[in-house]
């Protein structure tokens, strides 16, 4: 849904009234994940997407019918032998797509979670998209970590209170999706269901080397959606110009400024960091602090076998200990025959995808069952949340 933000909020602050089309769930080999989006707008101009092109004709007919009645609609499209070619999803997929009217009037909050999202705090919208009583649907709260606001709140204490766990977790694990309830919240139970739209921090990718491979590991990471920052003790080495795709150029000892970060904690369980120094005096220091941070999603070094082999032996005369050790991806990215820097880039960024979804890395063409993996690797953080909410 970040795609179509900019959109959304120019006719929100103007006063128009705007169609906004969801994907909430999504089941096999779906062509868009939860939270695609598709605006139409006053003019009954068309922006953003939900399917790629399959069902996107039927879903702005019903963005008109929404703008005209008011009332918000659920969809499920999937393939049928009679509508395959024309509403349906012929990769196979099926979604449901929640379509409501955004107004000044009906979303007052919209404005601050656009501020929140591009300040980089996380923010959390819950939606009802589907509940036995009409006037239920479209309700919404807004959770953030340190409180939550809502213009009518969901319809009951006990449910605000249920959902608002929840999102945290899925907050914390930076995933959306929808939540299913009792009438009035009752976890076990069904009837009610709820959108979660989760709008984290964009997650951290730490490039320790300033060489030609990590300007192509800052551009492809930037690309997939990273916060980049690039890292070297060398100055002359280090700058902005050579690495316009980094969000940061840093000037450090890759060691001290990662303990710095942990520190600070600019640190988490999605924050991914590439050594691509392979040089002793830095990469042993380095990788002492990042194995020893459990938080960090994938830790991968650059070098040869027997690099390999010779960091090995000195992390281990340093203390780490298998666990530790095993944590280490490396020679760092996947066997794609990489050559160049860019080809190499690919390799890499590839198997931090692969471990944030629990992917393979396997050609799919050698592989049966689903394309598309769900949510990400569970986070720490997220448990946490589980646990307290079980106590609600």
Do not use: N
Not at 63 to 70: I, N, Q, R
Not at 96 to 101: L, Q
Not at 245 to 270: C, F, K, Q, S
Not at 293 to 316: F, K, N, Q
């Amino acid at each position: 849904m970040r795609e179509v933000l900019g959109d959304l909020r120019a006719w929100w602050q103007a006063g128009d009234d705007v169609a906004l089309a969801t994907v909430v769930s999504t089941f096999r080999s779906a062509p868009r994940p939860a939270g695609a989006a598709m605006l139409v707008g006053p003019d009954r101009s068309v922006v953003g997407s939900v399917s790629g092109g399959c069902v996107e004709g039927d879903v702005y007919e019903r963005a008109l019918t929404a703008m005209a009645s008011g009332a918000p609609s659920l969809t499920r499209y999937g393939v049928s032998d009679d509508d395959a070619l024309s509403v349906g999803l012929t990769c196979g997929g099926i979604l449901d797509v929640f379509v409501e009217v955004v107004s000044r009037a009906g979303y007052p909050e919209f404005g601050d979670v656009v501020t929140d999202v591009e300040a980089g705090r996380p923010v959390a919208v819950a939606t009802v998209v589907a509940h036995p009583c009409s006037d239920r649907v479209g309700r919404r709260m807004i959770v953030r970590p340190d409180g939550t606001t809502g213009h009518h709140g969901l319809g009951s204490a006990r449910i605000d209170t249920a959902v608002r766990y929840d999102a945290l977790g899925m907050l914390a694990a930076g995933s959306s999706g929808v939540l299913s309830y009792g009438i009035d919240g009752q976890r076990r139970g069904s009837g009610m269901q709820i959108f979660v739209a989760t709008f984290a921090p964009r997650p951290r990718m730490l490039v320790f080397g300033a060489i030609d491979f990590a300007a192509a590991v800052a551009r492809l990471g930037s690309f997939v959606g990273y916060d980049v920052t690039v890292c070297d003790a060398r100055p002359v080495f280090a700058t902005a110009r050579r690495f316009p795709d980094a969000d940061r150029v840093v000037v450090d000892w890759p060691h001290r400024y990662l303990r710095t970060e942990i520190e600070a904690g600019r640190v988490d369980h999605r924050t991914v960091v590439a050594v691509l120094t392979h040089d002793p005096k830095f990469d042993v220091p380095l990788l002492e602090v990042a194995l020893r941070t459990p938080e960090i999603a994938y830790v991968g070094a650059m070098g040869s076998r027997r690099t390999h082999d010779e960091r090995m032996a000195r992390l281990r005369e340093a203390h780490l200990d298998e666990t530790e050790l095993a944590r280490l991806r490396s020679p760092i990215g996947l066997d794609i025959g990489a050559r160049t820097p860019e080809e190499t880039a690919v390799s890499i960024v590839a198997e931090m995808i692969a471990g944030r979804w629990g992917g393979t890395g396997a050609s799919l063409s050698m592989t049966s069952g689903r394309i598309h993996i769900g949510d990400p690797v569970a986070a720490p953080a997220a448990h946490a949340v589980q646990r307290e909410k079980e106590r609600v």
